[in-house]
């Protein structure tokens, strides 16, 4: 975490010019537990440079790995029998740890995972995990602050149904189930492009898996996986901030790397909001002449609207013309940030899992806080809207997430510093 922790930005700016997404925060964290199933160096591409990777880096190590990162290449050497035990004191830092939990208890046998911390932005508790696990002959069990999970004679396959399409317990059903004995199914799994990728991932390491990107996932148990290389799929709501960058800013930016399939429905939006979306050779193009048009949006899970950019959108609405409804289903806190943006004078009432917000047509510069990643984004694009300037504290949520973003900001004209 860096000690720099504000960033200051002049409104104004009209963003033009070219960027490059790099690979996803949401996948490459995954990948990296994930590597814990194959004794041996897996070496993962395309890794973002963000404050999260270094986390899950230092957790890697404490379980007995050796992790080499140069660059955007990170290399994982996994012993042949790693520890068991995810302390609290960096699963604290960051939700994805909990993500060693499967991978664990499918390769040793047995794991103890602290409760983890990360954004906050609801309970999202893990009911789904464990319960999963038991369906797969773990014991699980919640004590002393750490979800501990023993399976000494291994798992074996089973079929599962999730109540909600939750990614974080697809995921750790996966790659439980990748060493279990027989096949499981998991019926209304998550579909992200994340999770497809974390799948392609384990069946580049030897996994049998069917279905990946549908509501059924048929996972046939091998008895050992090996060490592989992977490229982690590029950043879709890191696309999605630059595109809502863009449509807010009334510019012009074009995103190199970025997968216009894995954003259809917020692609959709923003030209319904007026922007001009066009494809390019390796990425997309997103340019607004005018004011934007309020849209009404409802977050879900995939192929939905994310939850993850549900800052972005308000923040757009914020300054639209007209009145939108925007409706969160995904995360009850997710609107913590609104009274951030009623700060800079957004006209928005918050009921519930709704908030409904008229357009202004400029926002003012005042000191704000960022209480995620993602909202600490979303308040920057309403500084970047805002006249005169605008502070907002607790940049090291926006780091976890956005590389070198007040940088690249910076390059596409606007006024950005850190302090």
């Not at 996966?174 to 027989?182: D, E, H, K, R």
């Not at 390796?282 to 949006?297: E, F, K, S, Y």
């Not at 605008?390 to 007040?406: C, E, K, L, S, W």
Request: aromatic share 4%; glycine share 10%.
């Amino acid at each position: 975490m860096a000690s720099l922790d504000r960033f200051r930005v002049v409104g104004g700016a009209h963003l033009r010019g070219e960027v490059t997404v790099t690979g996803a925060k949401n996948s490459v964290l995954k990948l990296m537990a994930a590597s814990l199933l194959a004794s041996g160096k897996t070496t993962i591409t395309n890794v973002p440079e963000i404050a999260d990777v270094n986390i899950m880096s230092d957790l890697l190590t404490r379980l007995g790995c050796s992790v080499e990162h140069k660059g955007s290449v990170l290399t994982i050497d996994v012993p042949e029998t790693p520890g068991h035990r995810a302390d609290y004191d960096l699963v604290r830092k960051m939700r994805a740890s909990i993500n060693v939990l499967g991978p664990l208890v499918a390769r040793v046998g047995q794991a103890e995972v602290a409760l983890p911390g990360g954004d906050a932005i609801g309970s999202r508790g893990l009911d789904f995990h464990i319960k999963g696990l038991e369906t797969l002959g773990a014991k699980a069990h919640i004590e002393h602050g750490y979800v501990i999970a023993e399976a000494p004679n291994g798992l074996v396959g089973a079929a599962i149904e999730l109540d909600f399409p939750s990614v974080g317990a697809t995921e750790n059903i996966m790659t439980a189930a990748v060493l279990a004995n027989g096949v499981t199914t998991i019926d209304n799994a998550a579909r992200e492009p994340d999770l497809v990728d974390l799948g392609e991932f384990l069946i580049s390491m030897g996994a049998k898996i069917q279905g990946l990107g549908t509501p059924l996932i048929t996972i046939t148990g091998v008895t050992q996986l090996h060490p592989t290389t992977h490229a982690t799929i590029a950043d879709r709501i890191i696309t999605g901030t630059w595109a809502f960058a863009a449509a807010m800013t009334r510019g012009d930016i074009t995103i190199h790397g970025a997968r216009a399939q894995d954003l259809e429905l917020p692609l959709e939006k923003l030209a319904s909001a007026g922007a001009i979306v066009t494809s390019t050779a390796d990425g997309i193009r997103v340019r607004m002449d005018t004011r934007p048009q309020a849209i009404d949006v409802s977050t879900l899970p995939y192929p939905g609207f994310p939850t993850d950019l549900l800052p972005m959108v308000i923040a757009l609405n914020a300054i639209a013309d007209g009145h939108s409804l925007v409706t969160e289903n995904v995360f009850e806190s997710r609107f913590m940030f609104v009274n951030e943006l009623i700060r800079l004078g957004a006209h928005i009432s918050v009921d519930g899992h709704h908030a409904s917000i008229d357009g202004v047509n400029e926002l003012s510069g005042a000191p704000v806080e960022a209480t995620d990643i993602r909202a600490g984004a979303g308040l920057i694009l309403a500084a970047l809207v805002s006249e005169g300037e605008t502070t907002i504290d607790q940049a090291f949520h926006v780091d976890r997430g956005y590389p070198n973003f007040a940088e690249q900001l910076c390059q596409l004209g606007a006024q950005v510093s850190r302090e």
